[in-house]
């Protein structure tokens, strides 16, 4: 690797922000959003049926966006698609 390139190892990296950070880990699968009266977000609903509460929640799931209009939450309209692609990557000439 040339000495203006930079790698990170995403496991290695979020890894170590857990450990420093002190936060607790918790691998799920989100099937809805935990929503109060005033329309506030508390939380996040785990396929297993756990509540996970939090004073802030964020989505980022990514290209899988507009699953969250499934989730059942009034006015929530995502219109993204993915598509599939092929990509080739070629080595430049010096
Ligand atoms: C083949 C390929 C090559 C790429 N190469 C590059 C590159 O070289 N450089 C570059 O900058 N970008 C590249 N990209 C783009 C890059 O990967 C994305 O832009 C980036 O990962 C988006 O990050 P994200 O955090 O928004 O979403 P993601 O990395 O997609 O993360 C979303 C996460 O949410 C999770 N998730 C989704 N739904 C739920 C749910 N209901 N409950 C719980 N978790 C859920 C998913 O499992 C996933 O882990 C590439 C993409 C692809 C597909």
């Not at 959003?33 to 989505?59: F, M, Q, R, Y």
């Not at 059942?72 to 070629?90: D, E, R």
Request: glycine fraction near 10%.
């Amino acid at each position: 690797m040339d000495t203006d390139t930079a790698q990170v190892d995403p496991y290695e990296y979020t890894t170590k922000v857990f450990e420093k950070s002190g936060a607790e880990l918790v691998i799920g699968s989100v099937t809805s959003l935990v929503i109060d009266e005033s329309g506030s977000c508390g939380g996040v609903v785990l396929k297993s049926g756990e509540i996970l509460k939090a004073d802030n929640t964020v989505v980022a799931t990514g290209a899988w966006l507009a699953q969250l209009e499934d989730w059942g939450i009034q006015g929530l309209k995502f219109p993204i698609t993915g598509i599939k692609s092929t990509s080739a990557v070629f080595e430049a000439p010096e």
